[in-house]
T-cell receptor, first 113, second 114 residues
Framework: SAVISQKPSRDICQRGTSLTIQCQVDSQVTMMFWYRQQPGQSLTLIATANQGSEATYESGFVIDKFPISRPNLTFSTLTVSNMSPEDSSIYLC??????????FGSGTRLTVV | AQTVTQSQPEMSVQEAETVTLSCTYDTSENNYYLFWYKQPPSRQMILVIRQEAYKQQNATENRFSVNFQKAAKSFSLKISDSQLGDTAMYFCALKETSGSRLTFGEGTQLTVNP
């Protein structure tokens, strides 16, 4: 299965600023997924990122708030823009490998103060 | 729309004993995949076990096994000989064959007591 390196592992940010989270995969993958996990809750899909096309966002998530880049088949970034305390969450990236196995990054714990 | 429900927010078990975590789901498709993921305090999502809906035989991975009841849309996880390292949040998840998204349940926090 694929190995994902996700950075940063955690950050504390001021409200109104932006944070970019990176995920690097050790193999080429078609789809990358970005999830948000609010404190004590389950994972919610933010968007699906395919290389060479615009990301597809889920209901309740917009590109202006969560812009995503996917420049090649091994890398993606998620930016959390104009942050507020409500954005404090764990953000995870994920890829699907063979036989529908999903691998996750180690997560980014974001705290907005 | 696909949904996944875990009705047990928290469970506890004594070390070396057996525990069963419940999961029910809803989907309009006949072919799909079900998963149990473990998330320890490190935040890493770890695949515990996977079941393909077209397979009648229940999946087994060492101390972990599932009871897959397709007609009842139930997918429970049994952990045998529980170990302290099993303490984690456990998520049930569903993926329909026609799509790529993974839908998660609310999670069950399992604590293994010494």
């Amino acid at each position: 299965s694929a190995v994902i390196s996700q950075k940063p592992s955690r950050d504390i940010c001021q409200r109104g600023t932006s944070l970019t989270i990176q995920c690097q995969v050790d193999s080429q993958v078609t789809m990358m997924f970005w999830y948000r996990q609010q404190p004590g809750q389950s994972l919610t899909l933010i968007a699906t990122a395919n290389q060479g096309s615009e990301a597809t966002y889920e209901s309740g998530f917009v590109i202006d708030k969560f812009p995503i880049s996917r420049p090649n088949l091994t890398f993606s970034t998620l930016t959390v823009s104009n942050m507020s305390p409500e954005d404090s969450s764990i953000y995870l990236c994920s890829v699907v490998t063979d036989n529908y196995g999903y691998t996750f990054g180690s997560g980014t714990r974001l705290t907005v103060v | 729309a696909q949904t996944v429900t875990q009705s047990q927010p928290e469970m506890s078990v004594q070390e070396a004993e057996t525990v069963t975590l419940s999961c029910t789901y809803d989907t309009s498709e006949n072919n799909y995949y079900l998963f149990w993921y473990k998330q320890p305090p490190s935040r890493q999502m770890i695949l515990v076990i996977r079941q393909e809906a077209y397979k009648q035989q229940n999946a087994t991975e060492n101390r972990f096994s599932v009871n897959f009841q397709k007609a009842a849309k139930s997918f429970s996880l049994k952990i045998s000989d529980s170990q302290l390292g099993d303490t984690a949040m456990y998520f049930c998840a569903l993926k329909e064959t026609s799509g790529s998204r993974l839908t998660f349940g609310e999670g069950t926090q399992l604590t293994v007591n010494p």
